[in-house]
């Protein structure tokens, strides 16, 4: 089996349309993947619909989380996605994007980028407006070549010259909201430290005590020394280990199954959950 337990629609700040997505995990030869859009389960539907014979869909999200001024991403599985507290929490996340694209628009404005709030809008879509897309603004008005060359101090990169806070979860609190809605959680890409400051070990520590169940090791975001330490260290603390692509169609250069999760991990996920439970493709609409 492949299974691919990371990836994004235009729901948030991916390219290709929830439909799309899982016909071209389908087409790429996965077997299983996930839909984690940014703090949001719009495309689920979409998804389910369009979903091929022979694929099976794990619904999710990828929360935004910040701990000790470190951002983090909590991936959130199979939780059931009308209960009312995680649902609160992801819309006051959701709701404090537009505010914060808006004021990361008017830093660069002061930065002499010409950049304009109906630009971002006509990038975004109908997804919940981000960073990326902002990137993506950017890389539109050549002031840098790609969507990662925008997250650097220079420009978005937490604490850069534009970079405008938005209110994130606490990660226990996180891991408690998903629980109570019956999902299992894994932390995305711990070790990610081109996109800033990353979480300590300690901490990582931390939250295993509190109930996480995985890590995400096998990440592009990860060289194989990283990957070596973070698997030492989930063997130590008892978590999971996943691997996922973090799709986000033509916005980033991963492809669907870059690196995938062993089948024996995805059916512990599945045990775990009781919020929701994966959906086998009846061929699409």
Not at 139 to 145: C, D, M, Q, S, T
Not at 178 to 194: C, I, L, R, Y
């Amino acid at each position: 089996m492949r299974i691919d337990l990371h990836t994004h629609s235009t729901a948030s700040d991916g390219t290709d349309t929830p439909a799309e997505l899982v016909c071209n995990a389908a087409a790429a030869g996965l077997d299983v993947v996930a839909l984690t859009d940014h703090d949001t389960t719009r495309g689920h539907a979409e998804a389910i619909a369009a979903l091929p014979e022979g694929l099976t869909l794990v619904t999710g999200a990828e929360l935004s989380c910040r701990i000790d001024g470190i951002s983090m991403h909590m991936l959130a599985y199979l939780f059931d996605p009308e209960e009312p507290a995680l649902l609160a929490e992801r819309e006051l996340v959701r709701d404090d994007r537009v505010p914060r694209a808006q004021g990361m628009i008017a830093k660069l404005n002061e930065l002499g980028v010409p950049v304009t709030w109906e630009q971002v809008l006509r990038i975004a879509g109908d997804g919940s407006v981000g960073r990326p897309h902002v990137a993506s603004a950017l890389v539109e008005l050549g002031v840098v070549p790609s969507v990662g060359d925008a997250f650097t101090e220079d420009w978005l990169a937490d604490g850069g010259r534009a970079y405008v806070a938005k209110h994130e979860t606490d990660p226990f609190e996180a891991i408690r909201l998903v629980k109570a809605a019956g999902g299992v959680t894994v932390f995305a890409h711990p070790a990610a430290s081109k996109r800033g400051r990353t979480v300590p070990e300690s901490a990582i520590a931390e939250l295993a005590s509190a109930g996480l169940d995985g890590i995400e090791v096998d990440h592009m975001d990860h060289d194989p020394d990283t990957r070596a330490r973070l698997r030492g260290l989930a063997k130590e603390l008892g978590l999971l280990v996943t691997g996922s692509s973090d799709y986000h169609g033509s916005r980033k250069t991963c492809v669907l199954g870059e690196y995938a999760t062993d089948p024996e991990v995805y059916g512990e996920i599945t045990r775990r959950a009781t919020g929701a439970f994966p959906v086998p493709g009846a061929g699409g609409v």
